[in-house]
């Protein structure tokens, strides 16, 4: 199983990224995927998860300003970030755990400037 994460950058506080996940080597339907963030010196939390009945679930770190969701054609899962804040600074990665076996992708840089 790989998983590949992609859409970090540098954003204004208030602005919006959407990060995405592509997964490979799994049925994607049958996938559950999940976004966690690693800030600056803090350990690495969970964000949001992408159910395989294609509703979202969130940790109280960003609800109501991320929306995760999936594209089973195209085997990606998006999480869409809205009115960052500096405190969102973090390398995100999406993972996904299979046979209590965690799967790791490599991350990718949100860096909000106020």
């Known amino acids: 199983v790989q998983l590949q994460a992609s859409g970090g950058g540098l954003v204004q506080a208030g602005g919006s990224l959407r990060l995405s996940c592509a997964v490979s080597g799994r049925p994607f339907s049958m996938t559950v995927v999940n976004w966690y963030r690693r800030p600056p010196g803090k350990q690495r939390d969970l964000v949001a998860t992408s159910h395989t009945g294609g509703y979202g679930s969130y940790t109280d770190s960003m609800k109501g300003r991320a929306t995760i969701s999936r594209d089973n054609a195209k085997n990606t899962v998006y999480l869409q970030m809205n009115s960052l804040e500096p405190e969102d600074t973090a390398v995100y990665y999406c993972?996904?755990?299979?046979?209590?076996?965690?799967?790791w992708g490599q991350g990718t840089l949100v860096t909000v400037s106020s």
């Open positions: 993972n996904t755990r299979i046979n209590n076996w965690d799967y």
